[in-house]
Structures are given as structure tokens and as C-alpha cells.
């Protein structure tokens, strides 16, 4: 019997329609351009804004707790909804997530906490908004943990993912390392089991959607995606991997892109973490000795070393970019490394934390230490006081990718764009971060910001044979102390 125009609904026609041809890619959809300060407002208060006398610098002021069956094993520590994120779970797991108000750095204020016997020690944190609310993914004994921290007076696990091949109470070999979230995808560094990638469109029900292995061994440890490339490090190894993931499922080595980290004299050098700092890559060197070892990344097919300071009897663990200086946690102590001549770093100041000091974390003036292992009772964290005047100069672009200039972009490409220092993820937005269509408007994205890396990912595919720009726009994104962008950045790109 012959179809009859009336008998079927548009949307099924045009169902049955995009069946039988291969869809044609469409426009992302175009929104206005708002001004670039009219972001949502943080529901706290941002970071300290003490003045310090040359006395108290370098001194502990202050220590954070999490909750009440705290292990006193901190790491990691970032800013979100203008209050302080303090993850607190040791490697065996059981821990959570508490929010501070450290509008005065040096009397905090706990203002929300939560604990789930199931989170594993967290070497990363990433937040996103999905609807009507905002999650954030960690470490989980089996795979990854997402918390809904729309409130953050109440944050509470909220789902998680089993992930195949994670192992319990392996702490290195097979075990979800580090997470990055950028569009509906969770990528997490999954050791020896390579890269998982996570469709989290939904966090009530996340899907494990791909999983990239090695040909080579790559214990994957730190993991950090901009735009189309992705970074993985082996954690206590010397290996680095440059991937592109253009399309997000599907990761591909980029050429010259696998490459063993060495020091100055070429000697094949391990690190622990590390940190993305505008086209360079920071390690915090754990092999005859501490302190930052530097990596040139800006042309991703030949990666070159570019400079070291080193710190004899140091053991690294986490390092922190805020402007010229690299924050570097040593193991038994906290170095500040000052690199505005590259050739040349110089060593600013020393802090100690009793127990394994491998995270130290620029605040503003101030700075966050935190020891994993081995600290007094209630002092796994301490406030610092570093600088005398509270912190008034606003991040700067470091880094873009894809690259000012590239052409032949896939219609599924992510840009990605690397700060100076950290940033305040509700300050990053259509007005303040904009895909820019040619007829002048925005393209409609979503957005994710992990410490110092900002993402905007289109919601439909881009149109072929188009330019578009990338526009950062003075008085926009602001850092954790409400300080705005003050130079402006544009970067072009085109679309095979």
C-alpha cells in the first residue's frame, strides 16, 4: 500500500530521509555573542585576599582537613564555584570531596563535605555542567566516580563505571590514574591499560565508549586533552605520547609524537606528573633528583628538551604553572622555580609540610601544600603565605590548538586553549571563549576548564571549507582571585 503524504509525521519522514543518504555535516548552530562578563556568578567568595608582612611569609597559617574519616592524604587541590576543592582519598581508597571558603587564607572554612568509601586517590579532578547540573569525576577503585556538586554545601557521589581490566589494590600496574573530561567524553589515563574514553553525556549512566592501548608499553598515567591533542605521560617513566583525537573515539599517534623525556645531558630521565604550560610540558623529575625538567611541545612532531633545574635529594611529584613560576612538589620539601629567562631558571624559595610533600599549588599569593602520606594529624594541607600584596594580574593565552593558521581541520575538531595560570571555570563561556561562524556569530558549544586548560567543543559538526576564529576578548575569563583577562586573542582556522 502506497504511502500517503498525511500518514507520516514530519519528524518520521525525515527520519526515513536520513536513513537512505548519508547526512550532509551541518552548522553547529549559531547563538549571539554576549558581553564578556556576564557569565553566572560563583556561589563563593573566590581566593585569599590577604596582604601578608614580610614575617609571615613562608609560614604555615593555616591547615585544611577534609572530612571526618580523612586519612590526612591530600594531593591535589583547585578552585570551583569561588570556593577551594580539597579531594582527600589515599591509594587503598575511601575519601570524598570538602569545599573551603578561603577568602581569608588563612582562616578557612569548611563548607560542605562528602565521603564515599570507593574513591581512590585522586591525581586529578574535572568538573562539568550537564543540564541542569554540575559533576565532577575522580578515581575510583575499579574505574572512575562521578560526584554531583551542583551544591557545594552537599557534594555526594552521585554514579560510577567499572571499568574493564582495573585492578584492586594494585596502586600503579592497572588502575585509573588520572581523568580529563572535554565534551561528553571522560578520557582517563588507565596505566597499563592505556587510554579509557567515556561517553558521559549522561553522568546517570555513564558508557565506557572506546579504549586506546599502546603497541609500546605506556604506563598512562597524567592525561591532558586541547582541542584535537591529547598528552599522556608514563607516571615514574620516561616516555610521552602526542595523540591526535580529532575524532574523539579514535586516538592516533601523532608522528614524532612518542618520545622519551631526557634531561639536559640526554639521559633518559623519570618523572611523576606533570603540567601543561602553554606550548611546553613541566615534569617533576623523580630520577637523581627533583625539581622541573622543561619539554618543548610547539611543534608536536618533534618535541625538544628546553631546560631543567635541578635539586639534589629531591623526589618529584606534581607541578603547577602560575605565570613564569613552576610549583613542585619534592617529597621533603615544596620548590618555587622562576623561569621567566627559560635558559636560565632560579630557584625562588623552599616549603616544608611534614610527611611526602608532592603537591604544592599556587592560590593567588598564597599556595597550598599537601603531603600524601606521613602527616601530622589535621595538617595533611597547609595555607602559605607567599607573596606580601594580594594577587591582582589576570591570565594570558599560552597556548591554542589546533594551531593560529591550521587548515584541513576535521569537521569534529575540539579547540582547546592553555592559560597562564588556573582559571575560573564559571568565567569561561560563549562571551569569554567564542567560535566565531562567518556571518559573525557564535558557534554553540559546550565548555570545559581543568585547571589552566580550557575546551570548547561544538555541538554539531562545523561546515566544511569554512574559516572560523577563536576570539578571547579582554575582561573575560577571570582566575581564582576575580582577575580578568586583559589582553585580548584572536587565532583563525579552516575546515578541510
Not at 618543548?296 to 635541578?310: A, T
Not at 593567588?364 to 602527616?375: K, P
Not at 559546550?446 to 578571547?472: C, F, G, K, M
Request: glycine share 10%; charged share 20%; proline share 9%.
Amino acid at each position: 500500500m502506497p504511502f500517503h503524504r498525511s500518514s507520516i509525521p514530519l519528524a518520521l519522514a525525515l527520519a526515513l530521509l536520513a536513513a537512505c543518504t548519508e547526512p550532509e555535516p551541518t552548522d553547529a548552530g549559531l547563538v549571539p555573542i554576549p558581553a564578556p562578563d556576564v557569565h553566572p556568578a560563583n556561589a563563593g567568595p573566590g581566593g585569599p585576599r590577604n596582604s601578608f608582612s614580610e614575617a609571615e611569609l613562608y609560614r604555615h597559617c593555616a591547615y585544611l582537613e577534609g572530612n571526618d574519616d580523612d586519612p590526612d592524604h591530600h594531593n591535589l587541590a583547585v578552585m570551583f564555584d569561588g570556593y577551594l576543592v580539597l579531594p582527600a582519598a589515599p591509594e587503598w581508597g575511601g575519601g570524598g570531596l570538602t569545599f573551603w571558603d578561603v577568602s581569608d587564607g588563612c582562616a578557612p572554612r569548611r563548607i560542605g563535605a562528602g565521603f564515599d568509601p570507593m574513591m581512590r586517590e585522586s591525581h586529578s579532578i574535572a568538573f562539568a555542567r550537564v543540564g541542569e547540573k554540575t559533576f565532577a569525576v575522580v578515581n575510583h577503585l575499579r574505574g572512575v566516580q562521578f560526584w554531583d556538586v551542583t551544591d557545594p554545601r552537599h557534594p555526594a557521589p552521585h554514579s560510577e563505571l567499572e571499568l574493564p581490566g582495573v585492578f584492586y589494590p594494585d596502586a600503579y600496574a592497572r588502575v585509573v590514574f588520572a581523568v580529563f573530561w572535554q565534551g561528553r567524553f571522560v578520557y582517563a589515563a588507565g596505566t597499563d591499560n592505556g587510554i579509557y574514553i567515556i561517553d558521559a553525556a549522561d553522568p546517570d549512566v555513564p558508557v565506557l565508549a572506546a579504549q586506546y592501548k599502546f603497541e609500546l608499553p605506556l604506563r598512562a598515567g597524567g592525561i591532558w586533552v586541547i582541542g584535537n591533542l591529547l598528552v599522556t605521560m608514563a607516571t615514574e617513566g620516561t616516555r610521552t605520547a602526542l595523540l591526535d583525537v580529532s575524532d574523539p573515539l579514535r586516538p592516533v599517534p601523532i608522528p614524532g609524537g612518542l618520545f622519551t623525556v631526557t634531561d639536559g645531558a640526554g639521559d633518559p630521565t623519570e618523572s611523576y606528573l606533570a603540567n601543561i604550560a602553554g606550548d611546553r610540558i613541566v615534569y617533576a623529575r623523580k630520577q637523581g633528583g627533583g625539581g622541573p625538567l622543561v619539554w618543548d611541545i610547539s611543534d608536536v612532531q618533534r618535541p625538544v628538551f628546553r631546560s631543567e633545574l635541578r635539586t639534589e635529594g629531591g623526589n618529584g611529584g606534581y607541578s603547577f604553572m602560575k605565570d613564569s613560576l613552576a610549583y613542585v612538589g619534592d617529597s621533603h620539601w615544596g620548590v618555587i622555580v622562576d623561569f621567566a629567562d627559560e635558559a636560565n631558571p632560579v630557584e625562588v624559595t623552599r616549603v616544608t609540610l611534614k610527611g611526602d610533600l608532592d603537591t604544592l599549588i599556587p592560590l593567588g599569593n598564597m599556595a597550598i601544600a599537601s603531603v600524601d602520606d606521613g602527616a601530622n594529624p589535621g595538617e595533611g594541607s597547609a595555607m602559605i603565605p607567599l607573596f606580601s600584596e594580594p594577587d591582582t594580574r589576570g591570565p594570558a593565552v599560552t597556548m591554542v590548538y589546533p594551531r593560529h593558521g591550521a587548515t584541513g581541520l576535521p569537521l569534529s575538531s575540539r579547540f582547546g586553549v592553555v592559560f597562564s595560570e588556573m582559571v575560573d571555570v564559571k568565567s569561561v563561556f560563549t562571551g569569554s571563549v567564542t567560535l566565531i561562524a562567518p556571518e559573525g556569530k557564535a558557534v554553540a558549544a559546550d565548555y570545559n576548564v581543568q585547571e589552566n586548560i580550557v575546551n570548547l567543543s561544538p555541538r554539531a559538526p562545523l561546515r566544511a571549507a569554512t574559516r572560523y576564529r577563536l576570539v578571547i576578548p579582554p575582561g573575560g575569563v577571570r582566575d581564582y582571585n576575580g582577575n580578568r583577562t586583559e589582553a585580548g586573542f584572536e587565532a583563525s582556522f579552516t575546515t578541510r
